[in-house]
């Protein structure tokens, strides 16, 4: 077997012990790459087995996340359209202080966060985040902000990149195009500086950031590269340094919404069943306090850019929750409705003018856009009043020179007769087509829904908790409660903006709240097996001196929606095939199905490398064993290795970036 990295010219061994049961079977790990027979062109695929196959133990006692201790927990909601940052101190964790109100705002919008938005210098420097970026980019003259790069709703990029890795590029508004982890790097940058100016002014001296421990969210649907990328970005902005990896928590956004919904408090949130607040009860009395042993309840984490779901039991007296069916959503954010709104526009005034109006007129779409997202909010199944969008003067003016008519008469001409055009330059829309942009998301998220209360795991839910921007809508409250028939407690918290962000908080204070996680995946290796006549493939068999073997055969570590027990381990042993061999790659290899046979089965795909640097490790062992742990329960997958020979610690990585 040759290995595709030139560091490692050596072939690997995994040693694997045979039972009676596994004599005819030793495992051999094959370095294939994703060819229709990668058993054809492997050359020598040289590896023999050291460790049962399959050895999983649950470190319940080890934390992934311990380390120093911080004084601070600081989290970072990054989100698709807005964002911002909350923070608590370790020594008075149930008081959460969340960031100070942003210069700026929009009407009927809360300003507790910040847009995500961002603005490049000319020069590619960054200039401001967020309102700032906004407002500057805005005032610009148009011959002047065609120069400068302005970036919005970009997180996706994240999760609709197949092949994401840390070249993968974003496209300004002026259509320039710029590298996605200095975009990121830039935003961490901003909020680190925000959070740590707030945490010196408090302290009343300059606040060390070695002393934070940070937390920043992602969407519970997002694959491995898009986490291992927002790590990436962290190192860069100078978050946490790369040789303190602990002290940077991933958390996903409706886990982090989960944990903090379970400790609400009865006045602090609102049952859309009954409309009215929690009231009646005890001020200190908490849903929590209304759950019992093993109760059940889904999370929709509804954002501006994906919807999120996740089912969990509350396991008491700790209140640990326990993952009962795999992290579930997809792309039906809010923005998907603002897509809806640009192709009413393309339809009434023609695509070819919207997309050069973009470019010619970047600022004036934005506000166009603005003035949107306010009547967005007002949109609500009972509404019979039109709703009025300001079209910028600069939208008409251009449009009368593009086309040679004026807007109304486009309106006119459009057929589009649920729009029209208002003497004050606005245009009018009646309900209906508000509604009518909303339909296509929510229908996703229904469906969505309706398929996950189907599965045999998802009985008995007893709350369903909406969160996030989203969640505030009153048509997607009401397309819910029409879903579920009663079935389970609608419950919407106050802050429901802010509600991740909290729970983030809460997370970094206590990263084993979560005791037990379902494997979104099917991860593995791709070993030999020996030849079994009538049980393999004959075109999968490889002959090597005199022996025949199986190739290609998955190895796996853990299967899609398996239960994983915080600090469980899944444990393989390596060994180099030659004494000098320094570096051991292995691939990893992933699939959405639970029964994998072999790694050139359709679905499944290589998705990262395991890296075991074995250098100043040396002994005078004839066959070197390193034990390879790989943890599969937390927020991300982490590797730990040790040389048995020495015990000494042997640096392991694994890499979904480098495709």
Known sequence: ???????????????????????????????????????????????????????????????????????????????????????????????????????????????????????????????????????????????????????????????????????????????????????????????????????????????????????????AIWKMPAKQFMREAAYKAGLVPRDNPEQLIIALEPEAASIYCRKLRLHQMIDVGTKTTQNGFSPTENVGAGMTQGDRYVVVDCGGGTVDLTVHQIQLPEGHLKELYKASGGPYGSIGIDYEFEKLLCKIFGPDFIDQFKIK?????????????????????????????????????????????????????????????????????????????????????????????????????????????????????????????????????????????????????????????????????????RYIEGKHPPDKMLVKDGKRWCTDVFDTFIACDQSVALGETVKRSYTPAKPSQQVIIIHIYCSEKEGVGFISEPGVRKCGTLRLDVTGTETSATRREIQTHMQFGDTEIRAMAVDVATSRTVKASIDFLAQ
């Not at 990668?38 to 006692?61: C, E, F, R, V, Y």
């Not at 929009?106 to 700032?132: E, W």
């Not at 005032?139 to 993968?168: C, G, R, V």
């Not at 006119?412 to 829309?429: A, E, T």
């Open 1 to 219: 077997m040759r290995n595709c990295l030139g560091e490692t010219q050596g072939t690997i061994k995994q040693l694997v012990m045979m039972t009676e049961k596994e004599s005819a079977t030793d495992n051999i790990i094959a370095d294939a790459m994703a060819t229709p027979s990668p058993a054809k062109s492997m050359g020598d695929p040289g590896i023999t087995p050291l460790s049962p196959s399959h050895i999983q133990q649950n470190d319940t006692d080890s934390n992934a996340h311990t380390g120093p201790s911080f004084i601070v927990v600081v989290a970072v909601d990054f989100g698709t359209t807005s964002s911002g940052y909350a923070y608590a101190f370790t020594k008075e964790p149930e008081c959460i202080h969340t960031m100070r109100r942003w210069e700026g705002g929009d009407p009927g919008v809360s300003n507790q966060k910040t847009p995500t938005t961002i603005l490049l210098t000319p020069d590619r420097k960054f200039h401001s985040f967020g309102y700032a970026a906004r407002d500057f980019y805005h005032d610009l003259d148009p011959t002047e902000s065609k120069h400068w790069l302005y970036l919005e709703k970009f997180k996706m990029k994240l999760h609709t990149t197949a092949n994401l890795s840390i070249d993968t590029e974003l496209h300004a508004a002026n259509g320039k195009r710029v590298k996605a982890i200095d975009i990121f790097a830039y935003a961490l940058a901003f909020f680190k500086e925000q959070a740590l100016k707030e945490l010196s002014d408090q302290a009343g001296a300059e606040f060390d950031n070695i002393n934070i421990r940070w937390v920043i969210t992602v969407p």
């Open 361 to 529: 007129r970047p600022a004036a779409w934005v506000d166009l856009m603005i003035a949107f997202e306010s009547r967005k909010r007002a949109a609500a199944p009972d509404r019979t009043n039109p709703l009025n969008i300001n079209l910028p003067f600069s939208f008409i003016d251009y449009y009368k020179k593009f086309r040679g008519h004026s807007v109304e008469h486009a309106l006119r001409k459009s057929n589009v007769d649920f729009v029209k055009w208002s003497s004050q330059g606005m245009l009018r829309m009646n309900p209906d087509a508000m509604n009518a942009l909303f339909k296509p998301t929510i229908d996703h998220i229904i469906q969505h829904l309706t398929d996950l209360f189907d599965k045999p795991e998802v009985c008995d839910i007893k709350f369903l908790f909406l969160v996030g921007g989203f969640a505030e809508s009153p048509l997607l409250q009401q397309a819910v409660q029409n879903m579920l028939h009663g079935r389970s407690r609608i419950i919407i918290p106050h802050d429901v903006g802010l509600t991740i962000l909290k729970g983030a908080v809460l997370f970094g204070l206590d990263p084993s709240v979560i005791k037990v996680r379902r494997s979104p995946l099917t991860y593995g290796v791709g070993v030999l097996n």
